[in-house]
T-cell receptor, first 115, second 111 residues
Framework: NAGVMQNPRHLVRRRGQEARLRCSPMKGHSHVYWYRQLPEEGLKFMVYLQKENIIDESGMPKERFSAEFPKEGPSILRIQQVVRGDSAAYFC?????????????FGDGTRLSIL | DAKTTQPPSMDCAEGRAANLPCNHSTISGNEYVYWYRQIHSQGPQYIIHGLKNNETNEMASLIITEDRKSSTLILPHATLRDTAVYYCIVGADTGGFKTIFGAGTRLFVKA
């Protein structure tokens, strides 16, 4: 999983606080994807972004969750007013622009724990 | 919902070939077959992908049937470190797509 960097690796928050998860894609990649994995479950797509644009957010909860991928800097997944059910592993993936059929490459995730 | 069907689990003896099947009977003409694996709680690792021809790389081989309705991932000499959940995914040739993960196959490689 070298190349896609996620931080922090572990994040602990109390209910009601905000969580910010960061993802730096592989060099040359301008597509970013966020997935959530609940304990003992599979990965669920959340959102797909290109630089400064959200392309598909069909898997993102309508409230409290937002994502951005600014022109400069990493992509950010933001969870406001966290609840216990937000405890999960959040994975980011990236792929290059302009190349169809290229696979996504994943980071090692951020483990979010809500107290 | 995932567009693929995989057996929930498989066993393989260390050093032997592991053959992991995947059914994707509703695959469209422009959709590729991708394989990933997830070892313990790490991020998914890309293994291989193909459209209609068989593919081979340093990790594995991918055999796709002529009608493209199923495929097999082959790990030629499985090791204990290959124990993981293996995901078969289909995706369109559109320069970027959301990956729909199914439950995958949990492969146990035994000594």
């Amino acid at each position: 999983n070298a190349g896609v960097m996620q931080n922090p690796r572990h994040l602990v928050r109390r209910r009601g606080q905000e969580a910010r998860l960061r993802c730096s894609p592989m060099k040359g990649h301008s597509h970013v994807y966020w997935y959530r994995q609940l304990p003992e479950e599979g990965l669920k797509f959340m959102v797909y972004l290109q630089k400064e644009n959200i392309i598909d957010e069909s898997g993102m909860p309508k409230e409290r969750f937002s994502a951005e991928f600014p022109k400069e800097g990493p992509s950010i997944l933001r969870i406001q007013q966290v609840v216990r059910g937000d405890s999960a592993a959040y994975f980011c993936a990236s792929s290059p622009v302009g190349y169809s059929n290229q696979p996504q490459h994943f980071g090692d995730g951020t483990r979010l724990s809500i107290l | 919902d995932a567009k693929t069907t995989q057996p929930p689990s498989m066993d393989c003896a260390e050093g032997r070939a592991a053959n992991l099947p995947c059914n994707h009977s509703t695959i469209s003409g422009n959709e590729y077959v991708y394989w990933y694996r997830q070892i313990h709680s790490q991020g998914p690792q890309y293994i291989i992908h193909g459209l209609k021809n068989n593919e081979t790389n340093e990790m594995a081989s991918l055999i796709i049937t002529e009608d493209r309705k199923s495929s097999t991932l082959i790990l030629p000499h499985a090791t204990l470190r290959d124990t993981a959940v293996y995901y078969c995914i289909v995706g369109a040739d559109t320069g970027g797509f959301k990956t729909i993960f199914g439950a995958g196959t949990r492969l146990f490689v035994k000594a």
